[in-house]
């Protein structure tokens, strides 16, 4: 009996929730509610525009009972296609490899090296400050010298955590920075995860319970020298607090072909046998020292599995959240054109999880990338070491416009119709986090509309960009009062 009552109980919370919105999301459910289409096409549970511009006009949805409604609200496509080019973001003297970080409003950070002067070579990681991301102020190192292989930072407390390959493509390090304006290098935490593969240019992000997750290559199944030291594969590992204890994870990026069970080994420029340097107040790292290759050196190998056919490789990792949504950007190089900088992109993937397989969605731009991404100013701008960076209003592609009708008197048909209003999503930064950004959904409040019986919705898309990004609808959900 009591086995009885909770299948009922659960059917009744079933049917309430049911009752309480009106859902369009699946692939089933789309093709369910549709009345007419004019130059949309569905697929994989979402309504893409085929035409410049292109309408949906759902079915009469019909209760028993009347009701009242409250909102109509909208999700799009998470592929994120909507960049445009912006020339060079940074300072003129910013050198390869920078990376991003927003400390707060109005408080934005770029870590890079500067550009040599007269032949001098400058090292360790400096930071140059904007207000508005037009005007940078260079206040100086931020890193200790040794630190010319930063990949990625995050924000802690207010304090800086500035994180550095030691030596180059290898075990992440830990730089931490509680004053970016003082022009003295933050603390050197030493090394913060023994990478067990090669690789390394990691991405790091806190998630909103303050874990932090490294998003670093592997090149195990693949010759990194050939292929723009990038690899198919990204190692995800996960610490309390950043510092330590790292625990690797189920790959975050795992785009490889068929292992052949052969082996073969390449070299890297930085890597050497001879006489390992030693860093104050740390053991030497075993086997390796940060330089290049000169004369007398006895070079370092590195061991990989072939894979077959030839594979795309990414790196070079950055990452953002907007709403829970996970975002990827990397290197992008083509198993079409290795060894053609040309050729090369940024790419992105993403995940509703940062806990789960993240997939491919697109690529924009040309050249050898290093990118990194950063929310400031109400829009995202997307940093590379090319003389090309990019900005976007955000995943959401204007050009949605919506009403809604309610039929009062129950004989089918609709009585009254909203104005037709056009709906937008958008963002707003999480307090304490660089790389957390709030999503604001896309909605349209219907308290004007009178109770009723039935209600529709007609949506309008227009395609009003330039780029490769259209409004493709996920889901839509008309929800009532209870």
Not at 25 to 40: C, L, V
Not at 173 to 191: C, F, N, R, S, W
Request: net charge negative; aromatic share 12%; proline share 7%.
């Amino acid at each position: 009996m009591k086995k009885t009552m909770g299948i009922l109980s659960m059917a009744m919370v079933s049917v309430a929730l049911a009752d309480s919105a009106w859902v369009v999301d699946s692939q089933a459910e789309w093709e369910q509610n549709i009345a007419s289409k004019d130059q949309i096409e569905l697929n994989d549970g979402m309504a893409s525009p085929t035409a410049k511009t292109a309408s949906f006009q759902s079915k009469l949805k019909r209760f028993a009972d009347k009701r009242s409604a409250e909102s109509i609200s909208f999700e799009q496509s998470t592929i994120w296609e909507n960049w445009e080019p912006a020339g060079n973001i940074g300072p003129s003297n910013l050198g390869g490899a920078p990376i991003f970080l927003r400390k707060g409003d109005q408080d934005y950070w770029i870590f890079g090296m500067p550009k040599m002067k007269a032949g001098k070579r400058v090292d360790g990681y400096h930071g140059w400050q904007s207000r508005d991301m037009v005007n940078w102020t260079h206040y100086g190192p931020v890193t200790p010298k040794r630190a010319n292989c930063a990949t990625s930072a995050e924000l802690v407390d207010g304090n800086v955590y500035i994180y550095y390959d030691f030596p180059n493509d290898q075990d992440p390090h830990l730089v931490i920075d509680e004053d970016l304006t003082d022009g003295i290098p933050g603390k050197d935490m030493g090394m913060a995860f023994k990478d067990p593969s090669h690789g390394s240019d990691s991405a790091i992000i806190r998630d909103l319970d303050g874990n932090f997750h490294l998003i670093l290559e592997d090149w195990s199944p693949i010759d990194a020298s050939t292929h723009a030291w990038d690899s198919p594969l990204a190692m995800h590992a996960v610490s309390a607090d950043g510092i330590k204890d790292f625990k690797i994870l189920p790959p975050a990026v795992d785009e490889r072909t068929t292992p052949t069970g052969k082996f073969a080994e390449y070299f890297h420029p930085h890597w050497t046998r001879d006489d390992p340097e030693n860093y104050p107040g740390k053991p030497a790292p075993k086997d390796f020292r940060q330089h290049r290759i000169k004369k007398g050196d006895i070079r370092a190998s590195a061991q990989y599995e072939i894979h077959e056919p030839e594979q795309n490789a990414y790196g070079d990792w950055a990452a953002i959240s907007i709403g829970g949504q996970y975002y990827l950007f990397c290197d992008f190089d083509p198993s079409t054109a290795h060894g053609d900088k040309n050729a090369m992109s940024v790419a992105w993937f993403t995940s509703d999880d940062i806990n789960k397989p993240f997939t491919f969605c697109g690529n924009v731009g040309k050249g050898h990338p290093d990118p990194d991404i950063m929310f400031a100013e109400g829009k995202f701008y997307l940093l590379t070491q090319t003389p090309n960076d990019f900005v976007s209003p955000g995943p959401w592609v204007d050009g949605v416009e919506v009403r809604v009708g309610v039929d009062v008197s129950n004989d089918g048909k609709i009585d009254q119709w909203t104005d037709w209003k056009t709906v937008k999503e958008s963002y707003e930064a999480v307090p304490g986090f660089a790389k957390q950004v709030a999503r604001i959904p896309a909605s349209l409040g219907l308290s004007e509309l009178p109770a009723g019986y039935g209600f529709q919705f007609e949506v309008k898309l227009t395609d009003t960009t330039a780029n490769h990004s259209k409004p493709m609808l996920e889901k839509i959900e008309l929800s009532f009062a209870k």
